[in-house]
């Protein structure tokens, strides 16, 4: 009997392997001219321009770009209505990383990761300690300038609902970019 299935779907780490390539392909990609074109572009958009950007300020490889894009948003137009309109779209962003970190990548590196001692940090991710500590130091993470996909990883592992991680992703995201537009403006 004849094997029909193609190869890549026996492929034990193709998700990790896209991740880490969609990475490089991105630094590759981020200095080009056509990239910084479309990244002006979006300012110009108002408060779409601000969804998108909120969409990619949750990014460890995008923040800055749409930091920018944000800055120069809430100079021009309302703040507050920018930290919104920008958090819905870092909604967005995050279900997305959320969505793909919980159901590929982390279900992908789990045997690896118990077989390098991950039995030792099972039992503290099992204490209540780390119950209700994970998702705090999520919702900071997610809440700074900094990007969210530790957070969203700390999200993740503590069983939160997706309806209760988009609320809480709405709610931080819109308040960490009106913090951080606020301090850009005043400085």
Known sequence: MINHTPKHRHWRFKNTFLLIASLFLFFYLADTPFVKEVISGI???GYLGAFIAGIFFVSTFTVAPAGVV???LAKELMPLEVALFAGLGGVVGDFII????KDYVFEELRPVFM???GMRLSHLIATPYFAWLAPVM???IIASPLPDEVGIGL????KLKNWQF???SLVLNSLGILIVISLAIVL
């Open 115 to 117: 077989k390098l001692g």
């Open 70 to 72: 944000l800055f120069y």
């Open 43 to 45: 300012g110009d958009l």
């Open 98 to 101: 959320f969505r793909f970190l």
């Open 166 to 168: 988009l609320l809480l």
């Open 155 to 158: 999200l993740g592992i503590s």
């Open 138 to 140: 999520g919702a900071i």
